[in-house]
């Protein structure tokens, strides 16, 4: 975390000479909430669009004028105590050096693409916004994989650069002798490796100084792989779109956000839900994107983080909640219910006087394509809790198998 440290005070000496300029096109917004979070129409299909322009910088802006909290835009913990804090403002600073790297030393340009396996790292969201703001499509993927699962994503999507830790270098070197479009490797890491670029040593030289691209909100942003349980994994193609769709009413309804909030997002960032639930979602609310490491799920720490910590929305996979309700946290309890009927029929935690779930099983639907499914099994915070109201999967309109919601 040293190397954090040093980047942050490098940007405290130079955002004193280094003007922000708000890039034009985000007066378009005709609406503004509550909040001040910018936002479309549900019928609005702007023909650009870039979150790193559109959104970050926005919440950059509101910063700089003093219409926004003093909570940080990026909270990352780890067990050890450490604490990362980043404001928008660094944010943008952070993500503008980023994709100078790619640019600027790597070479890469608008269309190529990059390999993003990282574990819950700060440097993964610097990595992601960096792709944004220069229209390298950057493609997700779980720290789990191995030098045959690196091998085929590289071969099938062409990618042109990768950045990893020193724990997946060596898989990566065993098989990048068979990639001929992959041209360079960036490496997150205290400790530099033959042939790769550090990335570390490189965003703390770069400049801060980038315009971002004006991307159409039909060009590529980001590839995603699927799980393969039917055969080879096969990539999933997502434009600048998918993330505008959170500037929608619509979409804003079910977890209603605001730029106070401090959300939790629990899923691997190899995942979309990662993306859209640590990345889209809160920011384009102005809130605070939690992030514990948690190099393995452990239900013990993930109770204790969400009382430790100021978190007010939590969204994780339902097997999460499954590991909670095995542990015996004796007094404590927990409520809840999902799509998945063995997991509604579940036994009851103790979390104390605390509500912890606000997943009541009520049917919410978003327009297709809007947000985290086409039909939502949920319930809004505005809406009272009704029982009993749960169908199986198939039963009635069509569902989805969704994350449970939690809200307190």
Known sequence: MQWLMRLRVLWGTHKSCHAFHLAPRTLRFQSVSATGAPRWNDHDRPEKFNFASDVL?????????????????????????????????????????????????????????????????????????????????FMPGTTQMKAKDILYRLKQSNAHS?????????????????????????LVSDHGREGWLDFRSLIQSASPDHTCIKSKTTDPMVIFFTSGTTGFPKMAKHSHGLSLRHSFPSSRKLLQLKASDVFWCLSDPGWILAVMGAVFEPWTAGSTVFIHHLPQFDPKVIVETLFKYPITQCIAAPSVYRMILQENFGRWSLSLSCPKPSLARSKGVNFGKRSLVRCNGSKFSIPSGCDLGHTLAASCPHMAGRGGLLRADGEGPRTASIPAFLSF
């Not at 928008?88 to 100078?100: G, K, M, P, Q, S």
């Not at 396996?117 to 499509?137: D, H, K, S």
């Not at 020193?166 to 068979?178: C, F, N, Q, T």
Request: glycine residues 6%; hydrophobic residues 40%; proline residues 6%.
């Open 162 to 186: 990768i950045v990893t830790t020193d724990a997946l270098a060596p898989e990566v070197d065993s098989v990048a002798s068979e990639c001929p479009a992959l041209k360079t490797k960036l």
């Open 57 to 137: 910088d926005y919440w950059t802006q509101m910063e700089k004028e003093g219409k926004r909290g003093p909570n940080p835009a990026l909270w990352w913990v780890n067990s050890q105590g450490n604490e990362v804090k980043w404001s928008f403002r660094e944010l943008t600073d952070f993500t503008c050096r980023a994709a100078n790297v790619f640019t600027q030393t790597c070479g890469l340009q608008q269309g190529d693409r990059l390999a993003l396996i990282l574990p819950r790292v700060p440097e993964w969201w610097l990595v992601a916004m960096g792709c944004i703001r220069t229209g390298i499509i």
